[in-house]
């Protein structure tokens, strides 16, 4: 099973999510934007994906500055305790597969969490080719 924490108005995210279902996988995906976070649920995907809540925090399009939460003094509890008020500063998307746990960004980093790609060429929305006409990936 592959799960997606998915925002639809992100194209990266819209890029993983197209790869994950064009390589054949009906993934489960979670608008986190609507359902939320919870703290558990945070601990265990930073943990699996070898994040911190630091290093997942998204920076830009979101409310980071404003909540004076770039200060590198800003402790682990209080980055969580911000991301479960406000869903939007966990970067993403965030995918979970049977291969591990990751943040997806750049969109082609997905590869690593399936057995199966999607057939090639491949490119993303914005034009960028990521598999060859063989199903290779184009470093």
């Not at 799960?3 to 990266?12: S, W």
């Not at 800003?74 to 995918?95: C, F, G, Q």
């Amino acid at each position: 099973m592959i799960v997606i924490h998915h925002n639809p108005d992100c194209g990266t995210s819209r890029n993983v999510l197209k790869i994950i279902r064009d390589a054949g996988y009906t993934p489960t995906v979670i608008e986190y934007l609507d359902t939320g976070w919870t703290k558990p649920q945070l601990l265990s995907l930073f943990a699996a994906a070898d994040l911190t809540p630091r290093s997942a925090l998204r920076v830009s399009k979101s409310p980071a500055a404003e909540l004076g939460l770039l200060d590198e003094s800003v402790s682990d509890e209080a980055l969580l305790e911000a991301m479960i008020k406000h869903p939007v500063l966990v970067n993403r998307p965030l995918v979970v597969s049977p291969l591990g746990v990751r943040l997806c960004r750049p969109s082609e980093a997905v590869l690593d969490l399936l057995e199966h790609w999607p057939s090639g060429p491949y490119f993303k929305e914005d034009g960028e080719q990521i598999l060859d006409a063989a199903g290779k990936q184009i470093p």
